[in-house]
C-alpha cells in the first residue's frame, strides 16, 4: 500500500471515529457520558457534552476534507489540529486516573495513546506521499 493509500486511510479512520464519537455525545450526551472514561464519577453536563460532540463532528469535516482532497496544507492542518486536541486530553486523563478502576485505565491508556500516536505517524507518513505525488 503506498503512503498515499495509507494517509487517506489513516485521515478516513480519524475522521470516521470523530464523526461517530461526536454525534454519540451531541445527539445522547447521557449515554456517551455514562461510559466509565468519560464520567469518570463526576458531575454530568449536558451542555459540555454537547459542546463536546459538536466540536468532534467539526474535527470529522476537516479530517474528511483532507482525506478526500489530499492536498498537504489541508492534511497537515487537519492532523494538527486533531492533536492540539489528542495531547492535551490524554495528559488530562493521565492526571484524573483515579478516578477510574485499575481494570478501567489500561483501554483508557490504550486509546488515548493510539489518538496521539496515529497522526503523529500520519504527519511523518505526509512526506513520504508528497514525494509518491
Not at 466540536?55 to 470529522?60: D, G, H, R, V
Not at 487537519?78 to 484524573?96: D, S
Amino acid at each position: 500500500m503506498s503512503a498515499r493509500s495509507q494517509l487517506r486511510a489513516g485521515l478516513a479512520f480519524l475522521a470516521a471515529a470523530q464523526f461517530i464519537v461526536g454525534g454519540w455525545a451531541l445527539l445522547s450526551p447521557r449515554s456517551f457520558f455514562d461510559i466509565p472514561w468519560v464520567g469518570m464519577r463526576m458531575p454530568y453536563n449536558a451542555h459540555l457534552m454537547m459542546d463536546y460532540g459538536a466540536m468532534s463532528l467539526a474535527t470529522s469535516v476537516v479530517l474528511s476534507v483532507a482525506a478526500v482532497t489530499m492536498r498537504q496544507t489541508m492534511i497537515r492542518t487537519g492532523l494538527t489540529m486533531y492533536l492540539v486536541f489528542a495531547l492535551p486530553h490524554l495528559l488530562i486523563h493521565v492526571r484524573l486516573l483515579h478516578h477510574l478502576t485499575p481494570g478501567q485505565r489500561v483501554p483508557l491508556l490504550i486509546a488515548l495513546t493510539a489518538a496521539v500516536v496515529i497522526p503523529l505517524a500520519l504527519l511523518a507518513l505526509t512526506r513520504r506521499a508528497r514525494k509518491e505525488s
